[in-house]
């Protein structure tokens, strides 16, 4: 069995999800904090927007950050001015349309983490002289590592799993963009079911392992990191 299994694709798997998780964390720990204290009437469209990956199917949007992407599109013709390689069919897009189709998995979490410590200790700790930057590292961050931990396991897991997105904006090129669940599809196209066995057992696997860590963090129970 082990002669089926082909690393290219695992590794590019692993990559991607590595690259994204660290990209969403930079990205979505501020813009959940700032989702978590802002009361400006339009909290809740952003909201939506956030979290319309969850119910946007993944062709539709993979097509249009095709659109986006392409050469013509408005993001490609900004790219260009940076670099001579295309975004679409590049592993550049498929970072790209990974980090907007996963960013709820990792805001979300981290923004019901910031709301769940509350304003008094907040309010206590500014009372005490600390600026907001310094509440933040101080006092809100190692309150909420929970949050950062579901966070960083479902922003990592649901890279794993993406096929529609990847698929629209990156094609299937071995080495570049061909990620594990288009591996699979192509096994299931070839009716090579015993390597899509493999696959797939490894995907299931490894998805059950990661929404039980979830559950278990969510459920307050002490782990140490």
């Known amino acids: 069995m082990l002669e089926l299994i082909q690393l290219g694709p695992i590794l590019v798997t692993l990559k991607l999800a ?32 956030v979290a319309l990956p969850l119910v946007l199917p993944p062709t539709v949007l993979g097509f249009y950050l095709l659109v986006a992407l392409s050469p ?17 069919f590049s592993f550049s897009g498929l970072v790209i349309g990974s980090v907007i189709y996963s960013l709820p998995f990792v805001v979300q979490p981290l923004q ?9 200790i907040q309010h206590a700790a500014a009372s005490l002289g600390a600026r907001p930057i310094d509440i933040f590292f101080s006092v809100v961050l190692p309150l909420s590592y ?51 066995h493999i696959y797939s057992a490894a995907l299931l696997l490894f998805s059950f392992v990661v929404l039980l860590i979830a559950y278990t963090a969510n459920r307050k129970v002490n782990i140490r990191l």
């Not at 019901?112 to 008094?120: D, L, N, Q, R, V």
């Not at 931990?149 to 922003?155: E, H």
């Not at 529609?164 to 990620?179: A, D, F």
Request: proline share 5%; charged share 10%; glycine share 10%.
């Open 18 to 49: 590595l690259v994204t998780t660290f990209i969403l964390l930079i990205i979505g720990t501020p813009l959940a904090w700032w989702l978590s204290n802002t009361q400006t009437k339009y909290k809740t469209p952003i909201e939506a927007i």
């Open 72 to 88: 013509d599109g408005f993001v490609g013709q900004l790219w260009s001015y940076i670099s001579d390689d295309p975004l679409t």
């Open 112 to 120: 019901a983490s910031f709301e769940s410590i509350g304003k008094p």
């Open 146 to 196: 929970r949050g950062f931990f579901v966070a960083i396991t479902l922003g990592f897991a649901h890279t794993v799993g993406e096929f529609g997105v990847v698929l629209m904006i990156g094609g299937n090129i071995p080495g570049i963009t061909q990620v594990l669940s288009i591996t699979i599809y192509d096994h299931v196209e070839a009716l090579e079911y015993s390597a899509a």
